[in-house]
Each structure stands twice: as C-alpha cells, then as structure tokens.
C-alpha cells in the first residue's frame, strides 16, 4: 500500500520546468546491502520506517482505557473523481524506501523467509502537506551522524562470534600493540588521534578493509553462517589464489595471519627504514594508506602465492619477503607525492612499481 515520491523534473502546461517529489531514487546497491544482512538471524530494523497518509485514508478509534485503532484504507471519491487514491498508492514513504524495497521479490534470486518473524516499527503522519513531509525527510537524513568505519569494526571484538571482520580486527590490534611490530602505535583505532601517540598514519577502517580481502569475497554471508553454525567448507587452491589467507580464517589461526604481515612489513621497513620511520616528514608517503594498500594489494595478488606456491597459510619468514622485494629499485627518498600521486592512480603507480612494469627512473623523466 505505500510508495515512493521520487524527486523529479516535470514540465508544466505553460513548458516550465517544475520539480516535484521528496524522495531519492532507489539505489539497486543498498537493496542488495539491506537483503545481505536480513539473511542474519540477527537482523533488526530499530528506527522507524516513516509513512505520510492523507486524512482521508485514516479514522482512528480511540480504546476505552488507552491507545486505540489506526486503520488506513483506500479512498473512493465520485466517477472520475481526481482525489480518489487506490490502495497501492495510500501510504507516502518519507524514509525507509530501500528498507521496504529490500521485503520486495522483483529480484528471482532473492526470497525473504517470510516463516521467520520479522516486525517493521512504523510512524505514519496523517494530513501532513508536502512542505511538512519534506521537512521530516531532509531533517531524518541530514541530522543523522555517520558511524565511524573505525568505530565499527572495533566493536567487533564485542562479537562471541567469530567473523572476518572480528579477526582482521583482532590482527589490526595485535600489530598495533606489540612493541617490535612495525605497526607499533602507528593505527588509529577509533579514526581519531590516540591521546599520547604523536602519529598514526593508518586508520583501523584502511586496514581492516586491506586484509578482509585476503580472507573472504563475502564477510557478511561468512558472518551470517558462523552465526547459524553451520560450518563452512575449507578452500581450495583456486579459492586461495583470491583470498590466501582463508583457510587460516577458518581454522582459527589469527597468530599466523598477524605473523605473516608482521613479517612482510618487517622486510618494507628493513629496506626504507628512513621513509618507514620518517613519519612527520611532510610528502613521505610510504608510512601511509596509499602505499599501504598497495603493498597489501601485492601481497595478496603477486606476492604471497610466488613465495609459498601451493602451501598456502605458510608463514614465510623476514629474509624471504625481503628476497623477494630486491627487484624494486627506489629508494627512501622516491616515496613523495611527486611521483606517486594521491588517491587510486597513485595506488596504481605504487603497483606497477612493485610488479616491475615501471622503473622509479621512469618518474622522472
């Protein structure tokens, strides 16, 4: 019975453009989002999905102590008559439409197990004019805070339930926390400064999504698995080649995934221990999220499989990773904003690099 009002342009009579509807178009990628996490036996709606219904539409019938009877139905003007509204078009979504948008079975491959209950909290406005709906709208949406990436896998470790997120959570702080770490009190772990760290170059949220990828293609359905317990089958080599470290995942084995980052940045920092300790020089980009996800990119895609080859979930020591990286000629002082640029070209620059598809020489030119 409800719909959604679209924002829209419309021309007029007199061709002049007028723009009507409150609503955003339904995004495709956050109905799929919304439909991953109902298929957690966890998955709750807290707030409201909030309705606009004519007066019209709705009588309400008061109870004798307290509280009492809301019904909304269609409404029947005369033949012809403008003002009637059909049942499917009784109720205004202001807020929730992708929430409602994601019970609905348009898609084939998608079927919500309806056996399951599954309540929707509802407010609903009566006689509330369109000036006054689009008000509730822009206020519900952009008074909103955004949660923290960081935030939110930190309290992963709250979980009693094993998932990807909570283990690379788990790697995130041990790297962090251990003294001869390379990443020793370098991560933010609530995306804000620590209070007595002088700098933090990486955020929880850069490096928790990294090293998920090495773990699995779906977390969320991972998750929802662990969750019903039903156990998930180990790997295989093709799988590994995507994700290396999946089979550690499942087998529990978090200490080897940390040793195994411990032991690859351990062998960056051996060879630029000036840029990799240099944290306050301004334009050094080696300590920070670019050229850190670069080298995690690498690792996962080049570098991992070349050194154990089929032995996945080996934890290849200091030296191998550092053999390994001999074929990189740049040195501390290549590491600037100069030649790698921010954002994902400049990821990509640090790549090439890596594979030996550029020299640093080339930078210059």
Known sequence: MSYSDVRRM?????????????QRPVSTARVKQIRKYLQGR????????????????ATFEPG??????????SFEGAEGDEESIPFDRVAKVIDGQHRI???MDEDKNWQFDFQRPFE??????VGADISVQAN???????QQTKVSKNLVYDLTELAKTPSPHKTCHNVTVALDSQRNSPFFQRIKRLGSATPGREKEPLSQAAFVESLVKFISNDPIEDRNKLLDGVRIKTASIMELQKTPFRNLFLHGEEVDIAEILFNYFSAIRNKWPRSWDNLGQTG????????????????????????????FGRVPTTMEFSEALRHIHASDADFTARNFAPGSSGQSMFLKLFRGEIDISDMYE
């Open 136 to 142: 509730i709208f822009a206020t519900v949406n952009l």
């Open 42 to 57: 966890d998955a709750t709606f807290p707030t409201a999905v909030i309705l606009a219904v004519e007066e019209k539409c």
């Open 284 to 311: 050094n980009l080696l300590p920070r999220s670019n050229a850190f996800k670069a080298f995690m990119v690498y690792l996962r895609t080049d570098l991992y499989a070349s050194i154990v080859g089929e032995s």
């Open 64 to 73: 004798q102590q307290s509280g009492g009877i809301l019904t909304i139905r």
């Open 101 to 103: 948008a994601a019970f």
């Open 10 to 22: 419309v021309q007029s009579e007199r061709d002049i453009e007028r723009y009507l509807g409150i």
């Open 120 to 125: 929707v909290n509802v407010a609903i406005f």
